[in-house]
């Protein structure tokens, strides 16, 4: 008896995405993993509201439209990154926790193509003070509900 191989499925690679050169690696890694499959690539960047801006309205007003900016920039520098190369992607602002809304990305992309393997990518943090109180990688690692990749 034969069995056929089953179709490989598409690969959607979330992203977290700032800007940083963790970030940068973060994306080009994705680039390699995507390298001979179908899928995509979806650059998201959390915006992170601090708990002292969120309790002015004013504060919190004035960062939004920030955020935006950063978010307009940071589209910029994924589309020159990724500018040249055979492949789909995305950009994608959130707000909030960025662990939390990374893994809603995931999960929401899962959810709406159960047939494809979601993946999330980041850099690893370098600043110290993550070491002692955690990191995104870190919250990540402990609460994803799919595959993940750390890049250093």
Do not use: C
């Not at 960047?45 to 004035?62: F, I, K, N, R």
């Amino acid at each position: 008896m034969t069995t056929a191989t089953p179709l490989p499925s598409n690969l959607r690679v979330v992203v977290g995405y700032d800007g940083s050169p963790p970030a940068i690696r973060a994306l080009e890694s994705a680039v390699a993993l995507l390298q001979g499959r179908t899928g995509r690539i979806d650059v998201v960047y959390v915006a992170h509201l601090s708990s002292t801006v969120m309790l002015s309205a004013d504060a919190a007003a004035e960062m939004e439209v920030d955020f935006d900016e950063i978010a307009q920039e940071l589209r910029k520098q994924a589309d020159e990154q990724l500018r040249g190369r055979d492949l789909a992607w995305e950009f994608e602002q959130r707000q909030g926790v960025i662990a939390e809304e990374l893994i809603a990305a995931a999960t929401g992309i899962q959810a709406g193509h159960p047939d494809d393997t979601v993946v999330i990518v980041v850099g690893s943090s370098s600043h110290a003070m993550h070491r002692m109180v955690g990191s995104v990688a870190v919250s990540l690692a402990r609460h994803s509900p799919v595959p993940l990749v750390v890049v250093p």
